[in-house]
């Protein structure tokens, strides 16, 4: 089988760690496997480096952090090749722009263009295993970008599909995808299977043990995609097509704290406004999440959003740009918010659903802020010191527990 195997942050803390690691691709390459490795930074070694640069300049400009951010992985790549040849295997470390990854030039959140499979399918060809650096790429103008935190998960999906790879296997520091993230629930399930569409719907809300677009990628170019444990040996969870229709089901719950709350007190209600509020924010590529206008007296609204921690600087920038044109009164950004969300099968086509959704937040007095619902989830904005508490209710109530 021709496989990428992405290692992440964890799995790679150490130099032990990473000769565990290139002793078990050594040892699949032996038994007939072609493999590509993608590797993250080590350990923290991506909060360490931002905070580096903030320390020099709080308001350092995204090329800069790219180029800062990129370089934790430049050192993992290096030290599984020269562990991998530790262990007789011929490997060369390459980092995304040697890969022939491409990305836009949208800095510290670039948007994959295409992976020239060339130059490592010929190094495949050669018996050689190339280890390339997760989370990077090249822009147009030839400077470094980087996919956003979590990234490196799409890189190696992007590498599967790039080189027609059997199956890209995400290793990290869990054996698989749960019903609940382990560090809010005790005993969350394992999840043998899932859909892609479950996976994307945990992903963008909080579960990162898969960056969001490393399921969409596998998903529109149907990768077929595996998230294992990287020092034991475990099924693992497959993510896949989804299956029959199915009964309303809950499967599993996430739980965000990195997002920020804005709002946009009393704007005009006419026409035009939110495109225009909008528009800016787009133009920024922010991702948005909820959007919730309410209504006033005295033909005004307030519009409030969510945005992630991350992407707050931005839409703050975008909704200053535009304040006086949409004749706001105030901005408004709330960080003391935190969001819980169930995720599942057909969930908004089940009352039942809801409400006891609602109902588990309500019996340990939770007050709900905002609300968003698709097809298959149900998010709720609740105060931040209230999300450990919400997680173990929620998960009881719908039975996320072993
Ligand atoms: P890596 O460094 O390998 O990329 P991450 O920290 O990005 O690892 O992702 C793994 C983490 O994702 C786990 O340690 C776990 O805390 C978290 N996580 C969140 N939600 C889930 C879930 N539903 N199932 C499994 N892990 C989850
Ligand atoms: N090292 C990067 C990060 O910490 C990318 C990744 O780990 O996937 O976000
Ligand atoms: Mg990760």
């Known amino acids: 089988m021709l496989v990428v195997q992405k290692y992440g942050g964890t799995s790679v803390e150490t130099p032990e760690k990473i000769l565990k690691i290139a002793e078990k691709v050594a040892h699949d390459y032996e038994n007939g496997n ?34 800062i951010a990129s370089t934790g992985e430049q050192v993992s790549i290096a030290l599984m090749a020269a562990a991998l040849s530790r262990f007789g295997k011929k490997s060369v470390s390459l980092t995304g722009f040697q890969a022939g990854i491409d990305t836009d030039s949208t800095y510290s959140r670039a948007t994959l263009k295409r992976v020239y499979r060339g ?73 043998d299977r899932i859909s892609y569409d479950e996976m994307i719907e945990m992903a963008a809300h909080g579960a990162k043990v898969l ?29 896949e097509e989804a299956g029959q229709l199915e009964e309303p089901l809950v499967r599993a719950l996430t739980v965000d704290e990195s997002i920020v709350k804005i709002v946009i007190k009393d704007v005009p209600d006419v026409p035009g406004i939110a495109a225009k509020t909008f528009k800016q924010l787009s133009d920024r590529r922010v991702s948005l999440d909820m959007i919730v206008q309410s209504m006033h007296r005295d033909g005004k609204n307030d519009i409030a959003f969510t945005v992630s921690k991350e992407e707050f600087k931005d839409a703050l ?42 109902d588990a937040l309500s019996s340990i007095g939770v007050n709900i802020d905002m609300i968003s619902t698709s097809n298959s989830r149900i998010s709720c904005i609740i105060k931040r010191e209230k999300i450990r508490e919400a997680a173990k209710a929620v998960a009881e109530r719908f039975g996320l527990e072993e």
């Open 34 to 67: 072609k493999i590509v490795v993608v590797v993250s930074a080590m350990g923290k070694t991506t909060n360490y480096l931002i905070n580096l640069l903030y320390q020099v300049n709080p308001d350092a400009n995204s090329r800069e952090y790219d180029m």
């Open 119 to 191: 130059k490592l399918v010929s190094l495949i060809d050669d018996g050689i295993i190339p280890v390339v650096a997760g989370f990077q790429g090249i822009s147009p103008s030839g400077d470094i970008t980087t996919l956003g935190r979590g990234g490196s998960d799409t890189t190696a999906v992007a590498v599967a599909y790039g080189i027609g790879a059997d199956l890209c296997e995400i290793y990290t520091d869990v054996d698989g995808v749960y019903s609940a993230d382990p560090r809010y629930v005790d005993k969350p399930k394992k999840i």
């Open 211 to 239: 960056h969001l677009r490393s399921v969409e990628l596998a998903r529109r170019y149907h990768v077929k995609l595996v998230v294992k444990h990287a020092h034991m040996n475990s099924q693992g969870t497959i993510i």
């Open 317 to 358: 920038d975008a909704i200053d740009h535009v304040k006086t044109e949409i004749n706001a009164s105030d901005i408004h950004s709330d960080d003391t918010v935190a969001k819980i969300s169930i995720v599942g099968v057909n969930i908004i086509g089940s009352a039942e659903i809801v409400y006891n959704m609602f």
